[in-house]
């Protein structure tokens, strides 16, 4: 079972993004999981004295999520032509953590005119040395869509990017699997 967390750089409950990122879970194949991380919110402040042994609980909670998921799928909006400070906030966290390195990425984005938040987003998560896998990365024009997570997975044009990009990301996952236990990649 590949199990992939879902993260929303909106806080917005009918974002697009979240709607996207749902709708993502309506149409995973068999054999995947998509679970939402719904706690960027709750995050504090990225503050370095507070990322020693101890972290709060609200970081030891995101981390334990991205390091028992095989992959991450991330939708984020853009605010001021960049990443939202609340999710940016998010991935400072887990800069310094053992379990975001590598991770295999799928970006989500529901809009063609958020082109400067994905070009910092990229940038970011490059630096974080995270696993950006790009055919599983999709832009769809869902802003002024007014579609639901249920109508997004019943629009065909909508349903089949996303359907692909899963599947692109699910062989990235699985070949990296294949690869750590010595088979063939």
């Known amino acids: 079972m590949i199990t992939l967390l879902a993260l929303s750089g909106s806080l917005r409950l009918g974002s697009s993004n979240t709607l996207l990122l749902e709708a993502a879970g309506l149409l995973a ?3 995947m999981r998509i679970e939402p991380y719904h706690g960027i919110g709750t995050l504090p402040h990225f503050n370095p004295d507070l990322d020693g042994d101890n972290p709060p609980e609200a970081v030891m909670v995101l981390r334990r999520r991205v390091g028992a998921s095989d992959g991450l799928l991330i939708s984020c909006p853009e605010y001021a032509r960049g990443i939202p400070g609340s999710f940016k906030n998010a991935l400072d ?6 379990e975001f ?12 005119r958020a082109g400067d938040a994905q070009a910092a987003l990229r940038l ?26 249920a109508g997004m997975a019943g629009n065909s044009e909508i349903a089949t990017s996303v359907m692909a990009a ?8 699985e070949a990296s699997v294949q690869m750590e236990e010595g088979g063939p990649g």
Not at 93 to 98: E, Q
């Open 93 to 98: 966290w887990l800069v310094g953590s053992f």
């Open 166 to 173: 899963l599947a692109a990301l699910a062989r990235t996952i």
């Open 124 to 149: 970011v998560l490059t630096t974080m040395s995270a696993r950006i896998v790009e055919e599983a990365s999709i832009t769809l024009p869902l802003l002024a869509s007014r579609l639901d997570a």
């Open 29 to 31: 194949p068999a054999g």
């Open 101 to 112: 390195p590598g991770k295999p990425v799928a970006l989500f984005n529901a809009s063609p």
